[in-house]
């Protein structure tokens, strides 16, 4: 009897809470791809986000230093 109703309970809140899986998988994530001359270089990527394709933008943005 517990079971059926802890299924029941997770049922209804899977149904009213709110989902925040699709929007927090579609933000662009920065990787380090390389040092060079004390500079660090990255590419801006996104995967994970539903109907967009995974992707990366090149490695030619300076985000700090090595």
């Given amino acids: 009897m517990v079971k059926a109703v802890s299924r ?3 049922n209804l ?3 009213v809470a709110p989902k925040a899986q699709a929007s927090a998988g579609c933000t ?5 791809c390389y040092c060079s001359g004390g500079l660090r270089y990255s590419q801006k990527c996104m995967f994970g986000c ?3 394709p995974n992707h ?3 490695c030619d943005t300076i985000t700090g230093t090595c």
């Fill in 13 to 15: 809140l899977a149904r």
């Fill in 56 to 58: 990366c933008y090149p």
């Fill in 8 to 10: 029941l309970a997770d």
């Fill in 50 to 52: 539903p109907q967009v």
């Fill in 28 to 32: 662009y994530q920065w990787y380090l």
